[in-house]
């Protein structure tokens, strides 16, 4: 298992901004894909972005133009920057990583990050 640890959360007013960083136990340089989650109360846990291998990236179309994500190789840390934020972004936010061992696929979950968003 990859151990997964996300930071960067909090409380922030609705326009404001916050990064959430997700370090990895290991590299991420050759993980098939990296993404972030979101669950917010009552709600499926939905993909909000991911990035490939490669650096092509996927958003939800309720943050597209407002999140950026990216990795750090050197630093084996993915990050979601939010910009414009909605309280409707409040969630909790958790990193996602998928990899594969010989023809496995696995993935591994952080615990996740608290953003509150207030209007």
């Not at 007013?13 to 370090?23: D, E, F, H, N, V």
Request: proline share 2%; with cysteine; charged share 15%.
């Amino acid at each position: 298992q990859v151990q997964l640890v996300e930071s960067g959360g909090g409380l922030v007013q609705a326009g404001g901004s916050l990064r959430l960083s997700c370090a990895a136990s290991g590299s991420i340089a050759s993980a098939t894909a990296m993404g972030w989650h979101r669950q917010a109360p009552g709600k499926q846990r939905e993909l909000v972005a991911d990035i490939s291998s490669i650096g092509s990236t996927n958003y939800a179309t309720s943050v597209k133009g407002r999140f950026t994500i990216s990795r750090d190789n050197a630093k084996n840390t993915l990050y979601l920057q939010m910009h414009s934020l909605k309280p409707e972004d409040t969630a909790v936010y958790y990193c996602r990583v998928s990899y594969y061992r010989g023809s496995t696929l696995y993935v591994d979950w952080g615990q996740g990050t608290q953003v509150t968003v207030s209007s």
